[in-house]
């Protein structure tokens, strides 16, 4: 099965859009926007079109890129003060700004994204009521095709902390015997062959092929990099002829993790 990550998201959608009717106001999303990005901004106009559609109110916030990095933490220390209200800092930042920094600079009450170290302290254990982002999304579709992680041997490639290291933390705590690997990892096939569930966010493109896999594998594929002018996963496509669920890049996670955005604040401003 090949997972429509448009469909999944316009799903989520409409029980956003629900509940958002049902509370006496809607709560806020303020997106931090620090210098000229042609690609951030066309990041920030899908969100946008998707609160539109929700009736989330977007507060836009910017900075030019000659501002001050005092000035950003300033901003966020008297936004944490307010109640029923998102924050994202859209990335990446110009390289003159201290990312960690800012992206700390969030209260976790506050970070739709799960970015700052304190909510990624929370996430792993346990205590966070919200789930990153792409995490969310692979909950998501597994939850809908009613798959159990639970006993399954589960390989994550890449480390990161925007795909792998939460989804080892995720794993895990769900019951999977998950294991991590990355470009030092010396016999990647071995891994491969022997998983039940992959999950990926390297980078790297179609570092994973048909003939590293077994027949029946599920596959999320949240790796992106850009390969002959055109955006690709970490996963030949071809491998979608083997595995019992696949994502495909682009189409697979990313629509769904721009939905997750909304469902986090709605769950942080309950």
């Known amino acids: 099965m090949i997972i429509d990550g448009k469909a999944v998201a316009e799903k989520l959608k409409g029980a956003i859009r629900v509940e958002v009717r049902r509370r006496e106001s809607p709560p806020t999303l303020c997106t931090i926007m620090i210098g000229e990005n042609p690609v951030s901004e ?16 977007v507060r836009d916030v910017r900075f030019p890129s000659s501002a001050a990095e005092e000035k950003i933490i300033a901003k966020l220390a008297e936004l944490s003060k307010e109640k029923q209200i998102g924050v994202i800092v859209q990335l990446p930042l110009p390289p003159s700004f201290d990312a960690e920094r800012i992206l700390n600079a969030v209260s976790p009450a506050q970070d ?3 970015l700052s170290n304190d909510s990624v302290r929370q996430f792993e254990a346990g205590t966070l009521s919200a789930l990153p982002t792409v995490i969310a999304a692979f909950d998501a579709i597994l939850t809908e ?15 990161g902390k925007l ?10 705590r769900a019951g999977a015997v998950a294991t991590v690997a990355d470009s030092t990892t010396s016999d990647l096939m071995a891994l491969t062959k022997d998983a039940d569930i ?11 092929t048909p003939d590293m896999i077994k027949e029946g594998v599920i596959i999320l594929d949240a790796g992106t990099s850009e390969q002959g002018g055109k955006v690709v996963g970490d996963v030949d496509p071809a491998c979608a002829e083997k595995a019992s669920l696949f994502t495909p890049t682009p189409g697979g996670i990313g ?9 986090n604040l709605l769950t942080l401003t309950r």
């Open 42 to 57: 066309q990041f920030l106009s899908i969100k946008k079109k998707f609160a539109a559609e929700v009736g989330i109110p």
């Open 112 to 114: 739709v994204d799960v």
């Open 145 to 159: 095709q009613r798959i159990m992680l639970s006993g399954k041997k589960a390989l994550v490639i890449g480390r």
């Open 163 to 172: 795909v792998g290291a939460p989804a080892a933390v995720w794993l895990r």
């Open 198 to 208: 992959i999950i990926l966010g390297a980078g790297a493109p179609w570092i994973l």
């Open 255 to 263: 629509p769904i993790t721009v939905a997750m955005v909304f469902k």
